[in-house]
């Protein structure tokens, strides 16, 4: 049986390699069980650009998995992850080219990083290896793999949206990075708006590739065996008690402006400003941890944020009662799952979203007899397969607020109809598919 190579970023930190607890390291849990299996990337340390010829790699080897890793120097983590990645094609890819601060100077260094993984892993690769790459941060990977003579099936997975080529164009170099897509086996991508944003690219720049449609999803069996122990829970036991019967409102994000965050928080004085008979009977629980904390945009947003919810809880606040609990350190997963559980609705109104897990855990979590109401972004990835939320335009604050108020009053009947209609789909895409119908299009094209 031929070797599963994993490329990303980061490789999942040494707990996760024990027992994943999230993302990526979920999503491939079933692809990394069978047979022997390299995970190869970033070891998330930086050394002295001095040290750039003594880098050292990582091994461990947990099960039959094998985590080999390098380190980047400060200059190449500044230039090729936080300027290029995150500053550049992270908000490209979710159409905000307004927000992106191109320098060739960090375009140099987003390819040079890709052809040291290159050199690093081709050292460790064998004839019948299979190769999966993973995410924008490596776009280029496979054609610095092809320029060094690689000739293993090689399939690359965009975790995060495509955008209209007449957007994309405005990256100076985005005729150069489609072409290099072109040494990918197989090009996966979340949603057909994707593959056809994709594949109008690859047509305007006259290059044979062709993209395919993934949908990621969750392990919905585990998930729910998470919130049911988490209901048990005394962090979750503790958030019941303080609601004293108050119907609770949940957004669980990444701190990232592609989450609509200042937007939803705008939705929210809509609906308490419209509907009064709501205030002091509800509350709304944000958990945001902080992400990319060093990127300029990150920092900004950080404080418009914090600044909303201040002004929004001075305004609407009362002695006993405060609109917004809003928590920006991360939440162990049982506990959210536990969250999930107990709320009566969930806001996720991303502005642009890959897919977006948050949506199908928070309908994995629901009890049967009394779930909770999913209010949900057009413009997540996960909307076309979940018509049964209330789909909603995040940029529209009034139409968040109705949202919220239909929600909230919903009959148990109504809200059991529309999640017995949302749960098959949580069901049936699901981490495990997405990795088994990736690798057998990888297999298939290999022996074809
Ligand atoms: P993300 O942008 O990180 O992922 P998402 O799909 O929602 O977005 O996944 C986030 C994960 O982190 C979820 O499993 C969630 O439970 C967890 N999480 C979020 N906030 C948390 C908190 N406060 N504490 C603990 N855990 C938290 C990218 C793309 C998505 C795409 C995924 C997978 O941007 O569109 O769905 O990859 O492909």
Redesign the pocket.
Same mark, same amino acid.
């Given at each position: 049986m031929a070797r599963l190579i994993i490329v990303s970023n980061r490789v999942p930190s040494s707990s996760d390699r024990q027992q994943p607890a /999230?993302?990526?390291a979920v999503?491939l849990r079933d692809a990394l069980k069978q047979g022997e299996c390299l995970w190869f990337g970033w070891s998330g340390r930086q050394i002295d650009d001095a040290d750039k010829d003594n880098r050292k790699a990582g091994a461990e080897q947990v099960r039959n998995v094998a985590y080999s890793t390098i380190d980047l120097t400060h200059s190449e983590f500044d230039g090729f992850y936080q300027k290029y990645s995150n500053g550049i094609l992270w908000p490209l890819c979710h159409y905000r080219a307004g927000l992106m601060s191109y320098s060739r100077k960090d375009q140099e260094v987003y390819w040079e990083v890709n052809q040291l993984f290159a050199r690093e892993l081709k050292k460790q690769l064998r004839p019948d290896d299979i190769i999966w790459v993973q995410d924008y941060h490596l776009f280029p990977l496979g054609q610095a793999l092809r320029d060094l003579g690689v000739t293993n099936p090689i399939g690359f997975f965009l975790?995060?949206p495509f955008p209209p080529w007449s957007l994309m164009k405005s990256l100076p170099d985005a005729e150069h990075l489609m072409r290099s897509m072109q040494a990918y086996t197989v090009m996966g991508v979340?949603t057909e708006d994707d593959a056809r944003n994709m594949n109008d690219g690859f047509v305007q720049c006259n290059i044979a590739q062709k993209a395919q449609v993934f949908p990621?999803g969750?392990d919905p069996d585990s998930f729910v065996q998470q919130a049911e122990a988490g209901e048990h829970d005394f962090d979750v036991q503790r958030l019941q008690i303080s609601l004293r019967g108050r119907p609770l409102i949940i957004g !669980?994000?990444?701190l990232?402006y592609?989450?609509g965050l200042p937007e939803r928080f705008h939705g929210y004085e809509a609906f308490l400003k419209r509907f009064p008979e709501h205030r002091g009977k509800v509350m709304y629980l944000q958990?945001?941890?902080v992400s990319r904390g060093n990127v300029e945009e990150y920092r900004l947003l950080k404080r418009q944020l914090d600044e909303t919810a201040g002004r929004i809880n001075g305004m609407y606040g009362d002695f006993d009662w405060t609109p917004i609990r809003y928590i920006t350190q991360? !939440?162990?997963?049982h506990l959210?799952a536990g969250f999930y559980r107990l709320a009566d609705a969930a806001l996720v109104t991303p502005l642009r979203?890959?897919?977006?897990? !948050?949506a199908k855990?928070y309908v994995a979590a629901q009890d049967e007899e009394d779930p909770g109401v999913l209010i949900l972004s057009h413009f997540? /990835?996960?909307a076309p397969e979940m018509e049964d939320a209330l789909l909603v335009n995040p940029h529209d604050a009034d139409e968040i607020a109705d949202a919220l108020h239909k929600a909230l009053t919903m009959t148990q009947s109504e809200r059991q109809a529309r999640w017995g209609r949302l749960k098959p789909d949580v069901w049936r895409v699901t981490a495990q598919t997405w990795a088994r119908d990736f690798m057998t299009a990888l297999a298939g094209e290999t022996h074809a």
């Open positions: /999230g993302g990526l999503a975790h995060i979340q990621i969750i !669980v994000d990444r990232d592609s989450k958990i945001t941890p991360p !939440v162990p997963r959210l979203d890959g897919m977006n897990l !948050v855990e997540a /990835g996960a």
